[in-house]
C-alpha cells in the first residue's frame, strides 16, 4: 500500500496528514475485510509505504520526514511515523515529469500571476520538453 502526498510549500505538518490518512486506509480495510481488532491474534494489515513529494524550492531536502524527530524532539517512544522525501525521479519517470510541470507552472504563475496564460504557457513548454505529453 502506497500513501503519497505532492507539495509544493514546505511545512512539517505533512506528517500528521500521512499519520492520518494511513489510519483512515488501515480503517478502511479494517471495516471491508471485516476484521475484528478485538481478537488476540493480529490482524493482517497492508505494509504501508509512506512518500512526499516536495516539488517546491527549499534547500534542505531530508530524506526522511519522522512525527517523532518533528513534534517530539525524537523521543518515538510510543510513536512515530516516517515518509520518505522525493524530490525528483528518474529522467521520464511519471514522479520526474510532475516536478517538472510544477516546476513550469510555479515559473509559469511568477510570470503571468494566476491566469489562464500561465495554464497555456505551462502546458505549451511542458509538451514540447515531453512533459506529461501524452496527458496534455
Known sequence: MILLETQVTWTVNVIIRILMYLASTWQ??????????????????????LYVIYTGARRKQPEWLA???????????????????????????????HVMFTKVYNNQVACYGRTRQ???????????SNVWKEYL
Not at 476484521?35 to 491474534?41: I, W
Not at 518533528?70 to 519517470?93: M, S, W
Not at 500561465?118 to 514540447?128: F, G, H, N, Q, S
Request: aromatic share 10%; net charge negative; proline share 5%.
Open 28 to 49: 478502511e480495510f479494517i471495516e471491508n475485510h471485516k476484521l475484528n481488532v478485538y481478537s488476540s491474534k493480529p490482524i493482517d494489515l497492508p505494509k504501508p509505504g
Open 67 to 97: 512525527l517523532a524527530d518533528e513534534f517530539f524532539a525524537g523521543d518515538n517512544t510510543f510513536l512515530d511515523v516516517k515518509a520518505k522525501g522525493i524530490y525528483d525521479g528518474k529522467e521520464g519517470d511519471i514522479i520526474h515529469q
Open 118 to 128: 500561465a495554464v497555456l504557457e505551462t502546458i505549451r513548454i511542458c509538451k514540447d
